[in-house]
């Protein structure tokens, strides 16, 4: 098979431990001819080295916070035009297709892409929710337009005023969860880092929230996310997303217990 022509993009992405999953995420965002930086903070399984076997090259950087982490991606790549992929991120065959197209004369004039996540669950094999559960997500960018925020826990840039984001029509496959035990696990985790690192809001309205906020929470992911396509599997897997906007009020509620020393709202 021939090497694909090389383009000036540089995706990176972000590690710990993805042995499982890094070499496929890799290799298609090789495919597009971008080199490929993979930003490892201690992994103790094979991850690095699959990386590299896949066609990365990897860094070593000591976790400081999910945006900070991206940081180190973009002051590792060597092209100005940047391709933001996590981990169980895998660029579809038709979207590898439209970035080499976009690339094909050399670098495009600056701006923004949003690329369309399709979420690919664990059960049944080979499912790919098309109807449900989409999301557009900026991810391929130029630097001198917009950085990822130097902040531990948001990893997400805002589009800056003036700027429209171009929608590419391929789908970044998303292996976002193995079972419903490792997608709580991650909620509870994400959770656990927005509480703590965001700013903290009012002890009142976190009690409204945690008193009344569930059910609009999982009405959001369940009707309006339309997982109810994915039947009684999406009607749990809904259930557990919410669960990350309502432990976030929760967590955030105990920093105001912790600070007071006092239990009443």
Same mark, same amino acid.
């Given at each position: 098979m021939n090497e694909p022509?090389?383009?000036?993009?540089?995706? /990176?992405?972000?590690?710990?431990?993805?042995?499982?999953?890094i070499g496929p995420v890799v290799k298609a965002a090789a495919a597009t001819g971008a080199e490929?930086?993979?930003?490892?903070?201690?992994?103790?399984?094979?991850?690095?080295?699959?990386?590299?076997?896949?066609?990365?090259?990897?860094?070593?950087?000591?976790?400081?916070?999910n945006g900070f982490q991206k940081r180190h991606g973009e002051d590792a790549a060597s092209n100005d035009w940047l391709l933001d992929l996590d981990a169980d991120e895998v660029l579809s065959p038709e979207l590898q297709d439209e970035i080499r197209?976009?690339?094909?004369?050399?670098?495009?004039?600056?701006g923004i892409y949003a690329l369309k996540l399709v979420t690919v669950p664990p059960v049944p094999?080979?499912?790919?929710?098309?109807?449900?559960?989409l999301a557009w997500r900026n991810k391929l960018y130029h630097k001198s337009i917009v950085r990822m925020p130097a902040h531990a826990a948001w990893d997400q840039f805002k589009v800056?005023?003036?700027?429209?984001?171009?929608?590419?029509?391929?789908?970044?496959?998303? /292996?976002?969860?193995?079972?419903?035990?490792?997608?709580?696990?991650?909620?509870?985790?994400?959770?656990?880092?927005?509480a703590n690192e965001t700013e903290l809001k009012p002890k009142g309205l976190l009690a409204l929230r945690i008193?009344?906020?569930f059910p609009f929470y999982f009405h959001k992911k369940f009707v309006t996310h339309r997982m109810?396509?994915?039947?009684? /599997?999406?009607?749990?897997?809904?259930?557990?997303?919410?669960?990350?906007?309502?432990?976030?009020?929760?967590?955030? /509620?105990?920093?105001?217990?912790?600070?007071?020393?006092?239990?009443?709202?």
């Open positions: 022509i090389a383009i000036p993009l540089s995706c /990176y992405i972000r590690t710990k431990n993805e042995a499982k999953r490929v930086v993979v930003v490892d903070s201690g992994s103790t399984d094979d991850t690095r080295e699959i990386a590299r076997e896949a066609g990365a090259r990897v860094i070593e950087k000591k976790w400081e916070g197209a976009l690339f094909a004369n050399g670098a495009p004039e600056p094999k080979g499912a790919v929710w098309k109807t449900c559960c800056p005023a003036g700027v429209k984001p171009w929608k590419l029509r391929g789908t970044l496959l998303h /292996y976002s969860f193995r079972d419903i035990e490792q997608q709580m696990a991650k909620m509870n985790r994400v959770s656990t880092v927005r008193l009344f906020g109810y396509r994915a039947g009684v /599997y999406g009607f749990a897997c809904a259930a557990v997303i919410a669960s990350n906007r309502w432990l976030k009020d929760v967590k955030m /509620y105990e920093r105001h217990l912790g600070k007071n020393g006092r239990n009443e709202i």
